[in-house]
């Protein structure tokens, strides 16, 4: 499966990056060496084996539904890049 | 809807969950506290921060799945569903996607024509909601992460529904389902019952499903029927034109009545949904979802039953009274009060309904306790009081939140019973009306309404009307 420029610029979109042409050619590059480095696994004969969702077997790990403090407001907003007195500002989201 | 077509749907439905705290964190979900304060590293979605889960939304789940005759996984996982909205702080929602905790439900519904309609549900999973966004700023969004991490069933329908009347129904009973579960209060104006619904439209007999468009921003009960009857429609005049239906999501508005694209800079989908490693699988065992049965109060349908059985009340009388949980209860604390369960049937559904409905409140907040309504039937029964002072006591119940028998005590309402008081009452309607007298003597005996109605005037409703009637007759014949 050979993944073309035309998918890390899809990818990049989708994590909201830009690259530029050189930059796009590397990543394609490199995509492709992980994918292959991957496909060692197709040798391996998985037909009896159960995917594996998490690498510790350990099941039902919940905490009570009680309350514990929150954080204060101003220590929540304050590595913001943008806020006012009460909440995060974001650019604007909705084209109205 | 032309004949010739045929409506599928299928509903999403967001449920919010009554926990006291967050589904990954020990935050608050009280709704309305001021914003950005009850928030935390984990629903911040500060690096390094790891969500831990809420035993409590694991119950609730299963309690739904069990109440839909869903089949309870026993083993379930969480996935990361990864998009970027600044309302969602780690670029990802935490819900499932393969291994959802329920699956294969279903529930009945029984339409307007009496027919019973199954419709199927796909699936119930667990995830987290997103914070709030608020729009109305000139070039900057306000983000309030205080939902985020409040915990959602998520419930998807199978495309089983064949007209909004069908989707309304379905979409009652899980409400209806929910709220009696105790685990969602079910507030659609408020949005903690959100639905969603994939509307198609095709040949009647075709077997491929049409292109779909979904509908988003129906907040109440009617809208959800309104807007999907809007969506066949406009569907069903493209198709008829010639035209192509394009696959889009809606949003309702509903103060046009109409359902229009939705306009936002979000991309387009693509999920690339993944495990969560940062949260271990839940196991449901047999021994856990036993535990969680037993919690779960008779559910609407059985108590519908029972109703029937148990009161010996018409069909429609035990569907109204059991269609909440709440009122269901106050109708049995009645019951505890008087044996007589169809007038304690018939004062709920026509004077105490009447007055929730006028003031928009719920049972819990009616002021008139069971004990003191259940009174008021005793005390109609055993002749203390009419029917129609009953219902002016009821009113004074209303203002006062006084017991019955202080009322009647108070405002001198007892019934009069007494043959000699109401002798003298008639005497005097008799001696006042002489023309009506020789009308009713010349045969025309529907003149005695007219004259009970003068004594009941004359005792300002308090005369015994069975016993003025028998002596109005008796008096009424002597006069000859």
């Not at chain 2, 998807?156 to 389902?177: C, G, T």
């Not at chain 2, 007494?418 to 003298?424: A, G, P, V, Y």
Request: charged fraction near 25%; hydrophobic fraction near 35%.
């Amino acid at each position: 499966m050979a993944v073309t420029i035309e998918d890390v610029k899809y990818i990049a979109n989708l994590s909201h990056l830009k690259f530029d042409e050189k930059e796009l050619e590397s990543f394609t590059h490199q995509f492709n060496e992980i994918l292959t480095f991957f496909e060692k696994l197709n040798e391996l004969n998985t037909d009896n084996v159960v995917p594996l969702s998490h690498p510790v077997e350990n099941v039902n790990v919940f905490r009570e539904d009680v309350l514990v403090s929150s954080v204060e407001r101003e220590e929540a907003l304050k590595n913001s890049p943008d806020r006012n007195d009460n909440y995060f500002k974001v650019p604007k989201v909705i084209n109205k | 809807m032309n004949s010739l077509y045929e409506a599928v749907i299928g509903l999403e439905v967001h449920a919010q969950l009554l926990t006291e705290t967050k589904i990954f964190c020990g935050c608050s979900t009280n709704f309305g506290n001021p914003p950005n304060t009850n928030v935390c590293l984990v629903c911040l979605g500060h690096p390094g921060a790891l969500p831990v889960l809420n035993q409590k939304v694991v119950e609730f789940a299963v309690k739904m799945g069990l109440a839909t005759d869903c089949t309870i996984n026993r083993n379930s996982i969480f996935a990361r569903k990864n998009y970027f909205y600044p309302d969602l702080p780690k670029g990802y929602q935490i819900s499932q996607f393969e291994k959802p905790i329920c699956e294969f439900g279903k529930l009945v519904v029984v339409k307007n024509d009496g027919s019973m309609k199954e419709i199927q549900i796909k699936r119930i999973h667990m995830e987290e909601d997103a914070g709030k966004s608020i729009h109305d700023q000139e070039e900057t969004t306000l983000i309030d992460i205080n939902r985020c991490g409040t915990p959602l069933l998520e419930i998807v329908s199978e495309p089983d529904m064949n007209s909004a009347e069908e989707a309304y129904l379905y979409l009652s009973k899980l409400r209806q389902i929910i709220t009696y579960l105790g685990i969602c209060d079910g507030n659609m104006e408020e949005g903690s019952f959100r639905c969603d619904a994939n509307v198609s439209v095709r040949l009647k007999g075709e077997s491929q499903l049409g292109t779909k468009a979904e509908i988003k921003n129906m907040n109440s009960f009617r809208n959800v029927e309104k807007a999907i009857e809007f969506e066949i429609k406009r569907q069903i005049e493209i198709l008829e034109d010639g035209g192509k239906i394009i696959q889009q999501t809606l949003l309702w508005n509903a103060e046009q009545n109409i359902a229009l694209p939705m306009r936002s800079k979000e991309e387009a989908h693509d999920y690339r949904y993944f495990p969560d490693p940062d949260l271990m699988p839940v196991e449901v065992d047999e021994i856990w979802k036993s535990e969680i049965e037993k919690k779960i109060p008779e559910l609407p349908d059985t108590r519908c039953k029972r109703f029937i059985e148990q009161f010996n009340l018409p069909n429609y009388d035990a569907g109204i009274l059991t269609s909440s949980k709440e009122l269901a209860d106050y109708f049995e604390k009645v019951t505890e009060v008087t044996t007589d369960y169809k007038s304690a049937s018939n004062w709920i559904m026509t004077e105490v309904l009447k007055v929730l409905s006028e003031g928009k409140i719920g049972i819990s907040q009616f002021i008139i306790s069971p004990v003191n309504l259940g009174n008021l039937i005793v005390l109609i029964n055993n002749k203390t009081i009419s029917i129609k002072i009953a219902k002016e006591v009821f009113l004074e119940m209303l203002k006062s939140n006084q017991e019955p028998d202080t009322i009647i005590k108070d405002k001198n309402l007892l019934q009069i019973s007494d043959t000699t008081e109401i002798e003298t009452i008639i005497d005097k309607v008799i001696t006042a009306n002489p023309k009506d007298v020789q009308e009713f003597l010349s045969g025309k005996e529907k003149v005695i309404g007219f004259f009970v109605g003068q004594v009941m005037k004359e005792s300002k409703g308090k005369a015994n009307p069975q016993i003025v009637n028998e002596l109005l007759k008796k008096k009424l014949s002597q006069q000859k």
